[in-house]
């Protein structure tokens, strides 16, 4: 279980975290190399998914990191949470994705925007992990203008919402009991008409359409669900009617956030693996470690990792002080940047650990084959790096303030 030792916030130690979050670290650290790094390969190798991993994972106290204590969960900070989901990375980072998206992007949405009712309904078994959280945002001809396109639609029916459509590329999607699904139910006031729901995967009328086969990733579950007249509970309504977008957009700074934290473990454990091999591998005569140009790489890898973990938890810090301000654009634009930067490091990283290891590298059964099948993914999912650069951009030419920047964002 997480345990924790109150009172200790202001000691440091060598990342920056607090002794709290050190000892939250080490713990998640221990458990992803002991229990989830020996289901990694066959995960990749057979699109697989160990049945009841969230249950071990939520005995074990590293689910409903962020959810009130008064709702059963840990009360704890983003900082925390992202933690934790580095140190999965390191070891499997397939489920550090199916992680993050049911402790966050469900459970964390869920506790911040959702009513009394709804949370003592599903948070119980989420947090146990007896029920797993998928979020159904992305259509397949939506992409990154997810609000303007999507076509899936709610009708009030009595007490019900009946909905229409698809989902595409759904995290969790075919393992999910329960699912935040966003549609529109007044199509012509575009982004102001859609409004968030909670389906259960029970429900008359869904079903999953499909698991999809990727290139990385592959033990994270990913597919597409289908809405076909499912009649959903008006009491499962989030917030207000046509209020979606909001909920939407209070999400997906933390969202981007959290990419960075999976980016940086992933860095990590292909850092240590070229160190070893670097050590290990010999060519005519010495260690490979003893070449410059491969200790040129090795260092180039060194400062990817160190400027990717500042900027990750810097990012979540600020995300946690400005969680509820309204003026959200410093931290639209500080978590897009921490996103882009950290998946693209992450490639570096990962491009100069193959081509350390040369020809083992390339063969599909290694582990470092395995990382580097995953370095697109998060340049592309939550948002492309061509999304991020238009938000930072745009954020920065909008705002007098940025030709005056400062070294502390919250200023």
Not at 267 to 283: D, G, H, L
Request: hydrophobic content about 40%.
């Amino acid at each position: 279980m997480i345990e924790m030792t109150h009172g200790s916030t202001a000691v440091q130690n060598d990342h920056g975290f607090t002794a709290d979050q050190k000892q939250i670290f080490e713990a998640a650290e221990a458990f992803a190399r002991r229990e989830l790094y020996p289901l990694a390969q066959q995960m990749d190798e057979n699109e697989w998914w160990p049945p009841g991993l969230f249950a071990r994972i939520g005995d074990a106290g590293f689910l409903g990191v962020t959810v009130g204590q008064e709702s059963g969960g840990h009360g704890l900070d983003y900082v925390s949470a992202g933690a934790i989901i580095q140190a999965f990375a390191r070891w499997n980072h397939a489920v550090a994705l199916s992680y993050a998206v049911h402790d966050n992007i469900v459970l964390d949405n869920l506790y911040r925007n959702s009513n009394a009712n709804q949370r003592s309904q599903y948070m119980v078994d989420m947090i146990a992990g007896r029920k797993i959280g998928a979020l159904g945002l992305t259509e397949s001809g939506s992409g990154s203008d997810a609000l303007g396109s999507m076509r899936t639609t709610a009708c009030r029916d009595g007490d019900y919402y009946v909905l229409n459509g698809s989902k595409m590329f759904i995290t969790n999607g075919p393992i999910a009991d329960v699912l935040l699904v966003y549609a529109k139910t007044a199509p012509d006031l575009g982004h102001k008409g859609i409004s968030a729901f909670l389906i259960e995967r029970n429900y008359a009328g869904f079903h999953v359409a499909q698991k999809l086969d990727k290139m990385g990733y592959r033990g994270s579950q990913t597919g597409e669900l289908v809405f076909n007249d499912c009649r959903v509970p008006a009491g499962n309504l989030i917030g207000d009617e046509n209020n979606g977008a909001k909920i939407i957009m209070s999400g997906l700074d933390i969202e981007r956030a959290m990419i960075a934290p999976i980016c940086l473990g992933v860095a990590e454990r292909a850092y240590q693996m070229a160190i070893e091999y670097s050590c290990a591998r010999k060519q005519f005569g010495q260690p490979i470690g003893s070449f410059q140009m491969v200790q040129s790489m090795i260092a180039d890898m060194y400062v990817h990792i160190e400027t990717m973990r500042s900027f990750t938890y810097r990012t979540l810090s600020e995300c946690q002080h400005r969680k509820d301000d309204t003026d959200r654009s410093i931290l639209h634009m500080m978590t897009a940047a921490s996103a882009l930067h950290a998946s693209e490091a992450c490639n570096k990283v990962l491009d100069n650990a193959l081509q350390i290891h040369g020809g083992i590298g390339y063969i599909w059964e290694t582990e470092i084959n395995r990382l580097y099948r995953s370095i697109k993914l998060l340049e592309i999912g939550g948002g492309t790096n061509q999304v991020r650069r238009m938000i930072i951009a745009g954020e920065a030419l909008s705002d007098i303030r940025s030709v005056n920047y400062k070294t502390d964002a919250r200023e």
